[in-house]
């Protein structure tokens, strides 16, 4: 009889512990976090209601009342932050991409991910942007011929960029990281399109709470077309490494057989691509990557190398189609640099477009392509007369930092002269981190800034462009990507 009282007795006392210990960290971090500036709210809830709908004035820091979290949006305190070596971890809301991205740079944290970092950082380093820079313009070449095509199907119309950018970008980064020619961008198109679709999945399951248990979540209809798209993510990535394997076996037997003059040599130095980096570590006998691994590095640099790109390019677009008269200054820019050639752009001249990268950063500053990111304390943080205990989860949004008006005056106008050498050096680091700051800043910026600036120039070598929507009717939604929710319209007007 007392066996069976104590069987259904356990799931009620299990019950009661969880609610006590949330009552009781929802006391404690109250009285812990006093000194921090907050909104007013509802018990347990908090404030969560009232920062979902918070105009992008606000200048302040604020947290959610229960599950240990703070949102902040002061710039001073990303310094404090973002600069720790100590609190490099993300926040658990990475934990639901892990099924997708494994356990790589993205999500990892202590010594993994600094092992990681540091095994992949020479794949991205500015030293071999040069041989990238050739592949780039090669891709974005191929992308002015697909729009003249789509424009000559469609004479007068305005064309949906999106789409066609996020091909390039995505060819772009399977040859440039993968050292793998996928030849046609047309394949492309279902590995983006499932892309797209994870991401929006991932933000639906980070507002449901009850979608966190994933015995719960699979067996919905959500968690299932989740599974599905990651399946056909990790497919598209298993096919990618498969194809550098052969390929490195077939240089290998070369090798074999070629004198020293063999491009496939071992004694000539070779710029390996970051595929080639993570197969030479695998092959060593103390630290071999598993399979596992070896996809979740790839998975993720397949995402962030080529979705963030390509719609930081597509509001470019979309700002300079609204703004004609800072669109002539890249059009003088241009000029001046490339006067009547028509020759692909080089490295050098690339690196003559300055107006053209304020362009791109002020774009980033309004329409940062990652608008939040997210840390887990690994220790307590002291913020003036206060302390944030360790475990406390901190949510940063940049996108609304970077609209602050007491930062960024009047900051939905685009203005590329914000990013004049003598305006930034007037301003804080921190409030200006659209790849991040700090130890996990983004591995990739360099290669990103460089990849934008050769497809810009090629698409505005030869046209004008002309938004359909405004920047108060463009409709836009933060999921892991701030990207627009209807399609980007620009009309591509012929300089010639």
């Known amino acids: 009889m007392s066996f069976i009282l104590l069987i259904l007795w356990t799931p009620c006392i299990l019950v009661i512990f969880v609610i006590l210990s949330i009552v009781y960290n929802y006391f404690v971090l109250r009285q812990k976090l ?50 720790s070596t100590v609190n490099i971890t993300k926040g658990d809301s990475y934990n639901l991409v892990r099924p997708w991205l494994g356990n790589g740079l993205l999500t990892s944290t202590g010594k993994k991910w600094f092992h990681d970092r540091k095994l992949i950082t020479p794949a991205f380093h500015f030293s071999i942007l040069n041989k990238f820079a050739v592949i780039q313009s090669e891709q974005a070449e191929i992308l002015t011929k697909n729009l003249e095509k789509e424009l000559a199907k469609n004479i007068g119309k305005p064309v949906d960029t999106l789409p066609f950018i996020t091909n390039t970008t995505l060819a772009i980064i399977c040859e440039t990281a993968m050292g793998v020619n996928i030849h046609a961008q047309d394949s492309v ?18 507002y449901k709470p009850w979608y966190t248990y994933d015995w719960l979540y699979y067996l919905l209809p959500e968690g299932k077309k989740f599974k599905s798209a990651v399946e056909t993510l990790h497919a598209f990535t298993q096919k990618v490494i498969r194809k550098k394997k052969a ?11 070629e004198n020293e003059d ?48 390509s719609i930081g390019i597509t509001w470019t677009l979309f700002l300079l189609g609204n703004n004609p008269e800072y669109q002539e200054k890249v059009h003088e820019e241009l000029k001046e640099v490339f006067g009547d050639s028509e020759s692909p752009a080089s490295i050098k001249e690339i690196s ?145």
């Open 262 to 309: 063999n491009d496939f040599s071992p004694d000539k130095p070779k710029r390996k691509a970051f595929l080639d980096l993570l197969l030479d570590q695998n092959m060593k006998d103390d630290t071999p990557l598993t399979d596992e691994e070896l996809r979740a590095q790839v998975d993720t640099v397949m995402f962030a190398g080529h979705d963030t790109t």
């Open 352 to 496: 003559e477009l300055k107006y053209l990268e304020r362009v791109f950063k002020e774009t980033l500053r309004m329409f940062p392509s990652v608008p939040i990111v997210s840390r887990k304390l690994s220790e307590d943080v002291k913020l003036g007369n206060c302390i944030i205990p360790k475990d406390t989860a901190i949510l940063c949004s940049i996108l609304l930092m970077q609209r602050n008006p007491k930062i960024w005056p009047d900051p939905m106008k685009f203005d590329p002269d914000r990013f004049l050498p003598e305006n930034s050096k007037l301003r804080n680091p921190y409030a200006y981190i659209p790849f991040s700051a700090g130890p996990r800043n983004c591995i990739g910026q360099k290669f990103a800034i460089l990849e934008a600036k050769i497809i810009l120039c090629a698409i505005l070598r030869k046209w004008r462009v002309k938004s359909v929507k405004t920047l108060d009717t463009i409709k836009y939604g933060c999921s892991i990507i701030l990207r627009p929710t209807e399609k980007v319209l620009i009309h591509f007007t012929p300089k010639k």
């Open 34 to 83: 006093k000194n921090i500036p907050q909104i007013s709210g509802y018990l347990f809830i908090g404030s969560m209601l009232q920062i979902l709908r918070m105009s992008i004035e606000a200048n302040a820091s604020y947290k959610y009342r229960i599950f240990n979290v703070l949102y902040i949006l002061r710039h001073k305190i990303y310094d404090v932050i973002f600069s």
């Open 189 to 206: 198109m279902q590995y983006s399109e499932k892309l797209n679709e994870t991401s929006h999945l991932v933000l639906k399951r980070f």
């Open 247 to 257: 390929e490195r076996h077939l240089q290998r037997d070369h090798a074999q057989f």
